[in-house]
């Protein structure tokens, strides 16, 4: 299947699913949060998906690898609020356990398409 878009990607497709899933957690969130943890948590979700499309949409595959490499960094921060939010009680592990599964499968895939950009850079 050829790209045309980066709404093709399937880690696109997997990183907005797990969007929607960080937003309907954080709905359960103590108000007190909206602006702190709640905040970041959401912020880093979105920076995963729209780091893709932006990277995606690049001229040169530098740029696109940077693009790439910030969208990981969004994943691990994400990835740390899911736990810091455990830590705090504010979700059950059968919450918490779907949406860490996601942050791996992204991650991995995330990881597959910078090597494979990486080999077309050599």
């Known amino acids: 299947m050829s790209v045309s878009s980066y709404r093709d990607l399937k880690v696109w ?9 960080c937003y309907r957690l954080t709905e ?11 905040s ?13 499309a932006e990277g995606q ?5 530098k740029e ?6 910030i969208a990981n960094g969004s994943l691990m921060e994400l990835e740390t609020h899911l736990l810091i939010a455990g830590r705090l009680g504010y979700t059950e592990d059968r919450e918490l356990a779907p949406l860490l599964a996601q ?6 895939m995330l990881n597959g398409l910078i090597k494979s950009l990486r080999t077309k850079t050599s």
């Open 13 to 21: 497709q997997k990183a907005m699913d797990l969007v929607v899933g």
């Open 103 to 108: 942050t791996s499968e992204v991650g991995k």
């Open 28 to 38: 359960g969130f103590p108000k007190s949060e909206t602006y702190g943890l709640s």
């Open 40 to 52: 970041q948590l959401r912020r880093a979700a979105v920076s995963v998906p729209a780091n893709i």
């Open 57 to 61: 949409g690049r001229e040169a595959i």
């Open 64 to 69: 696109y690898l940077h693009h790439l490499s």
